[in-house]
Nanobody, 126 residues
Framework: QVQLLESGGGLVQAGGSLRLSCAASGRTFSSYAIGWFRQAPGKEREVVGAIARNSIETYYADSVKGRFTCSRDNAKNTAYLQMNSLKPEDTAVYYC???????????????????WGQGTQVTVSS
């Protein structure tokens, strides 16, 4: 089992920045690929970014490319989502998710992930 706990959400003005953290406990964090997802009211959950277990590969949705950055510190069992130049349309509940992998693969489908955090609200005001 892996337990994930997100933090760092909040209210920010458009153009501002937030850094979300995803702290993991349980199994070896470095064996898990991490994904970041968001869900806005009335919309389906969507992937915003993903990072491989060794940090070599990353993925970003087109809507956040160039503004969001995924990173991780395996020694601290923590993954991060740095969000810059935030827009009102980025308002959503953000989730981190983990899936065991023996390779450096990244995953973008929510159905692939085994473990999920509780989510953290990000609200961007115009």
């Amino acid at each position: 089992q892996v337990q994930l706990l997100e933090s760092g959400g909040g209210l920010v003005q458009a153009g501002g920045s937030l850094r979300l953290s995803c702290a993991a406990s349980g199994r070896t964090f470095s064996s898990y690929a991490i994904g970041w997802f968001r869900q806005a009211p009335g919309k389906e959950r969507e992937v915003v970014g993903a990072i491989a277990r060794n940090s070599i590969e990353t993925y970003y949705a087109d809507s956040v490319k160039g503004r969001f950055t995924c990173s991780r510190d395996n020694a601290k069992n923590t993954a991060y989502l740095q969000m810059n130049s935030l827009k009102p349309e980025d308002t959503a509940v953000y989730y981190c998710a983990a899936v065991y992998t023996s390779t450096g693969t990244i995953f973008t489908s929510s159905g692939t992930y085994e473990y999920w955090g509780q989510g953290t609200q990000v609200t961007v005001s115009s």
